[in-house]
């Protein structure tokens, strides 16, 4: 439902929409009626027989441009205006959708609302779905040439995992995925056609999605049970089929709504260069077949394609994007070319490097519609899996339980892979997409081809018409430019983490602690990345802020600027350099920073709430008024740091190189809060923290506590560079 109408205005529009001439003649104003005179007596009084179903409010189209949480209140004000809140009658809402702030927030939700939340599977109920599975397949009650039929075999087979799911209950851990009643069916399904190492399937939802899509490409889009197809079959299989998967995956997420008309598809895949669109216009391969397939719901009137779950297009979504990663370094034979010279920091890439070639696909496949989280989940747990995929023990066991998995990479082509992200967030840093690239014409430079971003935008745009009279909106430059930044910051800062955790950054951290460690950092090799020399071992890690302390809060802010997603909030960057950054002001709300360096780093009225800070290094860092509420700072070490007026509401006991001065510094606190040994609750933290604010000075002198120098911008360090290029034009 189009939520840019009110709220009739968008009902009548769906169904004429979806139910073909036959819904031309829909009366919204008599529905109105109806809904609002017609009454039935109850136990409470009377109200509307009528009762609206609004399924999938998570789903929200976000084609227009603005932020997910401004079309949530719009869809939601509407309902109240037009069906709660009204005083002639009472009429019954129901809304489901996945669980999130932004509804909270929205002010839908009254004292008087009944939330109902889908909870684990209790594993007596799991273990009666097996039995009944089981009863309900063998045998089939049905049987023929075009029946599928499967089995589950001996059910003892899967008593180990039922016991440890029944034993972790309600706490389920890596096997969420048998406590979900659409996932745990997928399971059972994939675990079926296996002959052993069945807890592999559901180490994750990802890794099940994983399976099931080796299983199902190799048998042409038919479940994981059914028959191979003869040699003399036209079904689509194998590589090609994923690739087609990948691409309606990729168009489904940019169109944003969960179905996609024929003809927008058509273009989509057209401009995407993903899966075989010629496939598709043949008489073997007609898009009417696929889109039954396995993945798909039934193709309708209108053609329009809608996966059958909208799960299984966020996985096909995150695997694409890591497969164009891993073409990438395929096309560079699994070498880096050069960084490119700082002076040219506004010159796009040549048009035969590679990292223009991925810019062009990253570009098109991140910049329509934010990176969610549920993708975001399944592009992490890929790239964990994929960099130490090389290893022999891991490649055999997947290539065992796998039908046709993707083929893997070397360490040197992650290596490579890596390098590019860091240019391309270098890229990306710099605006070169916002920037016109001059041409030496007769002698003259002309500026008459638009910025890569004005493409950009047309990519994202609704490209068909589809019996619409009022042309589609259009998305900003700056939407466009913050979709793809904070992509582009995940993707860069999860490669190289994954890569350092291969080459076992985690023992060095519990070797010789996040501060020894980080004290062999330099700058490079790149400009955004930093090493860090343990031992034989050299570890390249990201460094978002580049050669100016500034530039990662001028980035965080310019994304963050354009209204369609809060950055950095929520992400992913474990292993990241941000020694002497100036940070003052950010927001890293439940944001994965283990073993960070924020050495000499400015982050004054900084928000860590929640975030995960576990074994980063704090030397001598400047925390004046930063929140730190419920922040896991279990082996971080916060030597000689400045904690001047901090919110210290979180467990300190496993802190490294805390002082009683620090904590007597420190604004508020709860007396209940633990400690490292032979250290006290200072005396004006409360049981209930007071919502006091006292400039340095007093706080110095109220505590009694000799002034130290002053510290208002972080130390000059050799780290950075004086260099004139980039942001400040």
């Avoid at 509401?649 to 032979?678: C, F, H, M, S």
Wanted: contains cysteine; aromatic residues 10%.
């Amino acid at each position: 439902m189009r939520v840019d109408l009110e709220l009739f205005d968008g009902i009548k529009d769906t169904i004429v929409r979806f139910s073909g001439p036959q819904g031309a003649d829909f009366n919204v104003d008599t529905l109105r009626e109806k809904v609002y005179s017609e009454i039935v007596p109850v136990s409470t009084g009377e109200i509307s027989p009528y009762v609206f179903i609004f399924d999938g409010w998570d789903e929200i189209n976000l084609s227009a441009d603005e932020g997910f949480q401004k079309r949530v209140d719009r869809l939601l004000g509407s309902i109240r205006r037009n069906l709660t809140d009204q005083n002639r009658t009472t009429v019954r809402v129901i809304i489901t959708g996945r669980p999130s702030a932004a509804i909270d927030r929205s002010g839908v939700l009254r004292e008087q609302t009944k939330v109902l939340l889908t909870r684990a599977v209790h594993p007596t109920a799991l273990r009666n779905y097996v039995q009944r599975l089981k009863d309900a397949l063998d045998p089939p009650q049905f049987d023929g040439d075009a029946i599928q039929s499967w089995t589950l075999g001996a059910v003892e087979r899967y008593e180990p995992l039922l016991s440890r799911y029944e034993k972790e209950f309600p706490n389920v851990g890596t096997l969420q995925v048998l406590g979900q009643p659409l996932l745990a069916h997928l399971a059972m399904r994939v675990m079926a056609s296996l002959p052993d190492d069945i807890e592999a399937v559901v180490a994750s939802p990802t890794s099940l999605y994983r399976h099931l899509t080796d299983l199902t490409c190799k048998r042409g889009g038919k479940p994981p049970n059914a028959a191979q197809a003869s040699r003399a079959s036209t079904r689509l299989e194998g590589e090609n089929l994923r690739s087609l998967l990948h691409g309606v995956a990729l168009s489904i997420t940019a169109h944003g709504t969960e179905a996609i008309p024929e003809d927008e598809l058509q273009l989509r895949l057209e401009s995407l260069g993903i899966g075989d669109l010629h496939a598709l216009e043949s008489d073997e391969y007609p898009l009417s077949r696929l889109m039954v397939s396995f993945y798909f719901k039934q193709a309708g009137e209108h053609s329009a394609c809608e996966f059958l779950h909208k799960s299984f297009r966020e996985y096909l979504t995150a695997e694409a994007v890591v497969e164009v990663l891993k073409q990438y370094a395929r096309r560079c034979n699994e070498t880096s070319p050069p960084e490119k010279a700082s002076n040219d920091y506004w010159r796009d890439f040549a048009a035969e490097d590679p990292r223009y070639w991925l810019t062009r696909k990253l570009g098109e496949m991140l910049s329509a519609q934010w990176l969610t989280t549920p993708v975001l989940n399944h592009i992490l747990e890929l790239l964990r899996w994929e960099v130490g995929r090389y290893r022999k023990d891991r490649d055999e066991r997947d290539r065992h339980l796998s039908g046709v998995p993707t083929r893997p990479l070397s360490p040197a082509g992650w290596m490579c892979i890596r390098d590019a992200l860091a240019d391309l967030w270098d890229w990306w840093g710099e605006g070169v997409h916002l920037r016109a690239q001059p041409e030496l014409k007769q002698k003259t430079w002309n500026l008459d081809q638009p910025p890569f971003v004005s493409e950009l935008c047309k990519l994202a745009t609704r490209r068909v018409n589809y019996k619409r009279p009022t042309p589609p909106p259009t998305k900003r430059t700056a939407t466009i430019d913050a979709q793809l930044g904070a992509a582009l910051f995940q993707l860069c800062a999860a490669v190289h983490w994954f890569i350092s955790v291969d080459k076992a950054w985690l023992n060095a951290v519990k070797d010789v602690g996040p501060r020894n460690l980080w004290a062999n950092v330099s700058p490079g090799p790149r400009r955004y990345q930093a090493t860090v020399v343990h031992g034989e071992v050299k570890f390249i890690q990201f460094a978002p802020t580049g050669r100016s302390r500034y530039y990662f809060r001028n980035y965080a802010q310019r994304i963050a600027g354009s209204g369609v997603g809060k950055f950095p909030e929520f992400t992913f960057m474990p292993g990241a350099c941000f020694r002497g950054a100036g940070l003052s002001d950010l927001r890293f709300i439940s944001t994965e920073m283990f073993s960070c360096c924020l050495d000499d780093a400015y982050m004054g009225y900084c928000d860590f709430t929640r975030c995960d800070l576990e074994s980063a290094s704090l030397y001598d860092a400047n925390l004046f008024a930063t929140g730190l509420f419920q922040t896991n700072l279990d082996g971080a070490d916060l030597t000689e740091a400045n904690l001047y007026s901090a919110n210290l509401r979180t467990n300190l006991d496993k802190v490294l190189g805390l002082t009683q001065i620090q904590l007597a510094t420190t604004g508020e606190g709860y007396k209940a809060t633990l400690l490292p040994q032979n250290l006290k609750v200072p005396s004006h933290w409360q049981t209930k923290s007071p919502k006091v604010s006292l400039p340095v000075n007093a706080i110095n002198v109220y505590f009694d506590i000799p002034p130290g120098p002053a510290k208002t911008d972080p130390p000059e360090i050799n780290w950075f560079e004086d260099d004139e290029s980039s942001e400040a034009d």
